[in-house]
């Protein structure tokens, strides 16, 4: 019989209903960098019964600022079998998919045939990211998604709010656009900053891996957008209410005159 004695202080929380909603809930986690390591702990330590992860990287020295699974002692070894011992050292019982590979539209489409009570979107590669978001929505999944945590120090600048609702984030207003267009709509979950980027930590990169440049990074951030994307997930799971941020009323103005035939007058859309 399963032990769920290591859960005890949670069932004080969520009650042993909600323990039991957890452990038959099945979690897809994609990225496990900064972000999605510690999201993807979060929920095992929380008692979810089974969880997909993917990813297809490998430890580089430059990740143990900031990643869960990087160590001077494991360098060039896959994030996913490092944090795949750890999920089941944290939970023995725990059902487990890994999936070493970086995601792909082809593949992308074959995970995604399985009905996932989450997805949680933790890639920081535009390219990918796409895929997964366009997918997920069109096959009808629940999904919360991490924003641009590069380039910013402030954890306390972080958002919930509905994808197209999110500010201040260039990484976002780029998402927002290019998944429109493959027909995303209202429904995705993101987790934003609004704090400003400090552009002058930017980098470019040799392009691997979908990606051309990065921000810098420090130790704490990327972690604690991990923590509000799993507190997303569960308690979305739990059905407990999330306060989603409004786009504050000059923006969504703006907004509306870019999409009226009309002009903004001293705070007000006038029509043309």
């Not at 992860?53 to 143990?64: A, E, F, L, T, Y």
């Not at 209202?186 to 921000?215: C, H, P, Q």
């Amino acid at each position: 019989m399963m032990d769920l004695g290591w859960l005890s202080s949670s069932a004080l929380l969520v009650g042993d209903d909600g323990i039991h909603t957890l452990q038959n809930s099945h979690v897809l986690v994609v990225g496990l960098g900064g972000v999605g390591s510690f999201a993807a702990e979060f929920i095992c330590r929380s008692g979810v019964g089974e969880m997909t992860i993917v990813d297809g990287d490998v430890v580089d020295p430059s990740n143990r600022n900031r990643q869960l699974p990087a160590l001077s002692t494991n360098h060039g070894l896959s994030k996913a079998d490092i944090m795949a011992t750890r999920l089941l050292e944290i939970n023995p019982d725990l059902k487990l998919h890994v999936i070493k590979d970086f995601l792909k539209p082809e593949m992308c489409r074959e995970i995604l045939q399985t009905p996932f009570d989450y997805v949680m979107d933790c890639i920081d590669s535009v390219t990918p990211k796409l895929f997964l978001l366009s997918t997920a929505y069109q096959s009808g999944q629940r999904i919360v998604s991490s924003m641009g945590a590069g380039g910013k120090l402030d954890p306390t600048k972080l958002r919930v709010a509905d994808l197209f609702d999110t500010y201040q984030c260039q990484f976002a207003q780029y998402v927002r656009k290019r998944v429109k267009r493959l027909g995303v709509g209202e429904g995705i979950k993101a987790v934003f900053s609004t704090e400003e980027v400090m552009r002058s930590s930017l980098i470019m990169t040799d392009g691997s891996n979908f990606k051309r440049s990065a921000y810098g990074t420090v130790s704490y951030l990327p972690a604690a957008f991990g923590g509000i994307c799993a507190s997303v997930v569960i308690r979305d799971l739990l059905e407990y209410p999330i306060d989603r941020e409004q786009r504050p009323l000059g923006i969504r103005i703006k907004k509306a005159a870019r999409n009226t035939p009309g002009k903004v007058k001293d705070g007000e859309l006038n029509p043309a």
